[in-house]
């Protein structure tokens, strides 16, 4: 936006002005506002806009009570939040699943070496992967599996997760890297002047340096350890892992930041319906005498005597009896009225557009779907799964797995010849996650069929997105021939000759 130039009184805004001041002021002050016009409207200060006074400040990272009121909020969501918690495991088990497992995908032609021999270290890193991620865990509980769906759901709902890849010294671990989770709010520290607010200490170019972790020993008292970010060697000590959202932001957003306020108006205005419901539900019965005289002279039919006791409250199938002169209004609250379906709905709408989930993903709700309008909204969900499975695999996953094959070279479990000088392509790998499955098995799979003919994909890709490895898949498809040949089988061909179809044409017409 260019610097505003102040608008100009032509002669008919003087001739006003000379004979009517106050006019020639206002016509003044509307051809400014049509010039204003011309700028953005999102920087207005009207009066409509009055109230949206933000600080010209641009912190990078919000400051640390901020941060902790946001991650104690979207806690509680995930405890007590039925669509909240959903969310959550909606989008742990899309992305996460049973856990991403690597499939080595080291190159012969950067190496130098044979493919036989490519192939024998591919098996053996994988080997090694497999036989370790059963002992991943510090504490001895979980697998690596396990490791991973807690920490991508500690990302989801308090922006960041923090591990720590320590060396077990047990002597029946197969190896002794082991990976320990810590919480976030572990994360801060007394020396403010050192570590700031955040709990880490940065160098010159804003790169952390060392982080501040508290814990409580044994006497509940709270110490501070400073663990450097790198060793000398630059291997990871500590992995701190969160989205970036800004350039310099250093702690991580829980994810719910943005529809805190909508979940809790929302869960609000559910209750204030339920209560509602419930006092409609009260059905009571109320007699009421009209004539006091009768009453005095005994000359009412005969009934239990009244106690005079103030009826304080409605319950369910209530009989009570008034007094004479006494009179009942009966509250209707009407509940829930026209709007609330739609209301409801819309309100769930924009909750999945800022998780990036469909509706129909947020609520599994398919019921107002065909094949197409559900199909799409998969294909948008698998959007943002794929997005953040990336995004985990190369932040959380990958590292872990260099400092394993790292490990298992110095042990002689790895054979690979000049390992640092060719470290990242030994280790490097492709993430596969859980299948998804198919909304029409036919349909998709003759799709798939026809991607890998047109050479628009390729085995590899399509065994990857229903979870599997295609190494696999082509060595068991050669036992199973193999197997069939030794027993003289036949594979049966499921497909209608021609004349049959001819036949059953023709019966129909």
Request: hydrophobic content about 40%; proline content about 5%.
């Amino acid at each position: 936006m260019g610097k505003l130039k102040p608008v100009k009184a032509n002669f008919l805004d003087r001739v006003i002005a000379a004979v009517a001041p106050r006019w020639g002021l206002k016509r003044l002050q509307a051809r400014t506002r049509l010039e204003l016009a011309n700028y953005y409207r999102g920087a207005d200060s009207s009066r409509l806009r009055s109230d949206w006074i933000l600080t010209a400040m641009s912190d990078e990272t919000p400051p640390g009570w901020e941060l902790d009121r946001l991650r104690s909020r979207s806690r509680d969501l995930n405890r007590n939040d039925p669509v909240a918690s959903g969310a959550t495991s909606t989008l742990g088990i899309n992305v996460i699943g049973s856990g991403l497992r690597p499939q080595s995908r080291i190159r012969a032609d950067y190496l130098g070496i044979s493919n036989e021999q490519t192939q024998k270290l591919q098996k053996q890193a994988e080997h090694i992967w497999q036989t370790w991620k059963s002992q991943a865990d510090a504490a001895n509980r979980l697998d690596f599996d396990e490791i991973q769906f807690l920490a991508f759901r500690k990302v989801i709902e308090d922006g960041e997760i923090i591990a720590l890849p320590i060396w077990a010294t047990e002597n029946w671990r197969y190896l002794n890297r082991a990976i320990e989770l810590i919480e976030a709010d572990r994360l801060k520290s007394q020396n403010y002047q050192a570590f700031n607010d955040t709990g880490i200490k940065f160098g010159p170019r804003g790169e952390p340096i060392s982080y501040s972790i508290a814990s409580i020993d044994e006497k509940n008292k709270i110490t501070y350890k400073t663990i450097a970010a790198r060793d000398s060697n630059g291997r990871p000590k500590i992995l701190h892992v969160f989205p970036t959202l800004r350039p310099g932001q250093s702690r991580g957003i829980p994810y719910f930041a943005s529809v805190l306020s909508y979940f809790k108006d929302l869960a609000d205005y559910l209750e204030a319906e339920i209560v509602a419901a419930r006092v409609a539900a009260c059905l009571a019965i109320f007699i009421t005498t009209q004539d006091p005289y009768g009453t005095l002279a005994g000359m009412t039919a005969e009934r239990e005597p009244s106690t005079n006791a103030r009826i304080q409250q409605i319950e369910p199938g209530l009989v009570g009896y008034l007094n004479p002169g006494e009179a009942v209004n009966v509250v209707d609250p009407k509940r829930p009225g026209d709007t609330f379906n739609g209301f409801i709905e819309g309100m769930f709408r924009i909750i999945g557009v800022a998780l990036g989930l469909p509706y129909e993903l947020l609520i599994k709700d398919f019921s107002k779907t065909n094949y197409s309008s559900a199909r799409a909204a998969l294909l948008e969900g698998r959007r943002v799964f794929l997005n953040w499975r990336s995004w985990f695999a190369r932040k959380f996953c990958q590292p872990i797995w260099e400092l394993v094959l790292e490990e298992a070279f110095l042990r002689g479990l790895f054979e690979a010849p000049d390992f640092y000088r060719y470290k990242s392509e030994y280790c490097r790998a492709q993430w596969i996650g859980g299948a998804w499955g198919w909304v029409d098995p036919v349909k998709e799979v003759e799709a798939s069929k026809k991607a890998i003919d047109y050479s628009l994909s390729t085995l590899a890709e399509e065994a990857a997105g229903q979870g599997r490895d295609w190494e696999e898949i082509l060595e068991q498809r050669a036992k199973e021939n193999q197997k069939i040949e030794e027993l003289g089988l036949s594979i049966i061909n499921l497909k209608a000759p021609k004349e049959d179809k001819n036949n059953a044409e023709s019966q129909k017409e």
